[in-house]
């Protein structure tokens, strides 16, 4: 079985890349729904020819999502291959080209991850081919908005998840093979201060200035830095009307990432206290949150389910390795709901949300031997 499925796989790689230009050259950033619904008629047809039972789920406020399951995913827990359709690439990015040359493949979202969908695509079609797809009960679901932190799939994500006894996430892999097995949580956040304005040249001491209050603010908030594993990150300060008078208004955009739970309570708990704080007499502060991921902690769940990937890549005989990232995909959402979930099952590459990003071509064929292996022992074949 193994040799059968690795040379089946092998056979269908022209085809793998020939589906990855198709869909790198729709321009499908998240704010173009033309673009993620095109993307999503194609997959949905894709999808039905493996076959499985697949729907487009239609949206107003942003791109169409794909929802597909097999029918013994009806009948009990399954496996949730979980990716998205759209790219951090406006419509007028220059960036719109697909190109290969010997090692690797160039392209918008070739990565970040339209490779990935091919993987998980291929990984679904093979077993289906030699005909072992109708004993693992698999869901697949790609969402369009997960580059600006999955607003409107949150809860389905979620739903799905509760109904899934493994997931695996097709963002792109690491340079050496590796998957992912932990993820930081974030919470982003601004923090609004007024102040009073008056006149640069009769304030005093006292002068109740919202640019002053940020600057204590700011010093504040990143003392509360830990890395690696609590990183707080001021990164946009705006505030004032000019230099002859005192700022009424400031702003502050705020990161956070913290690697475990608890971490991220605590934190906030700090963040609260150093908004209702006033460093500057007359001023006053409004917390107001923004995006908010939970981490995916690297737990036993996800342990077990890297010890099965390994197992598996040992048996194909594939390279694997692990790693925890700093940055937040739908994973998190999953592993919040204590789903042993791996990330990074897309083909390996580099410089994704940049023009020169990249995967290397022989892992779109590695990767997809990975996951179909990984499929099949959920199937107990
Ligand atoms: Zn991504």
């Known amino acids: 079985m193994i040799n059968k499925l690795k040379t089946h796989v092998k056979s269908l790689e022209r085809e793998m890349f020939e589906l990855l230009e198709r869909l790198v050259l729709i321009q499908s950033g998240t704010y173009n729904k033309a673009g993620v619904d095109l993307v999503a008629e194609h997959i949905d047809r894709i999808l039905a020819e493996v076959p499985l039972s697949t729907q487009v789920l239609p949206m107003k406020k942003c791109g169409n999502m794909v929802l597909a399951l097999n029918r013994k995913a009806g009948q009990e827990k399954s496996v949730l291959l979980m990716g998205h359709m759209d790219t951090v ?43 072992l797809l109708d004993d693992i009960p698999v869901t697949v679901f790609f969402n369009s908005e997960e580059e600006i932190g999955s607003p409107y799939s949150r809860e389905l994500i979620t739903e799905l998840a ?38 640069a040249g009769c304030a005093g001491l006292d002068k109740p200035s919202a640019v002053l209050e940020a600057a204590y603010k700011t010093i504040a908030l990143e003392a509360l830095n830990r890395p690696p594993h609590i990183l707080i990150n001021v990164g946009l300060i705006h505030g004032g009307m000019g230099p002859n008078s005192v700022a009424e208004s400031a702003r502050l955009g705020v990161d956070v990432r913290f690697t475990h739970k608890e971490d991220g309570k605590c934190l906030m708990e700090k963040i609260r206290k150093i908004a209702e704080k006033n460093f500057v007499c007359g001023t006053a502060s409004e ?95």
């Not at 090692?103 to 990935?116: C, E, R, S, T």
């Not at 997931?167 to 956040?189: C, H, I, M, N, P």
């Open 89 to 131: 690439f406006p419509e007028n990015s220059g960036f719109n080209h697909y190109r290969e040359d010997r090692f690797k493949a160039y392209g918008p979202g070739v990565l970040d991850m339209k490779g990935g969908l091919v993987t998980g695509i291929f990984a679904l079609k093979a077993l289906s081919d030699l005909e």
């Open 162 to 199: 509760r109904k899934s006894r493994a997931a695996f996430v097709l963002e792109g892999g690491g340079l050496d093979s590796q998957v992912v097995v932990g993820r930081k949580g974030k919470t982003g956040f601004d923090l609004l201060i007024s102040g009073k304005a008056g006149h």
């Open 287 to 381: 917390l107001r949150i923004g995006s908010n991921r939970p981490p995916m902690d690297t737990d036993h769940r996800i342990e077990a389910l890297y010890r099965v990937a390994l197992e598996t890549s040992r048996k194909y005989g594939l390279p694997l390795g692990r790693e925890t990232r700093g940055g937040v995909s739908d994973a998190n959402y999953i592993a919040a709901m204590s789903v042993p979930v791996l990330d990074g099952f897309g083909p390996c590459g580099d410089m994704d949300h940049s023009d020169r990003e990249y995967i290397l071509k022989k892992t779109m064929v590695e990767r997809t031997i990975l996951l179909a292996g990984c499929l099949l022992e959920f199937g107990g074949v």
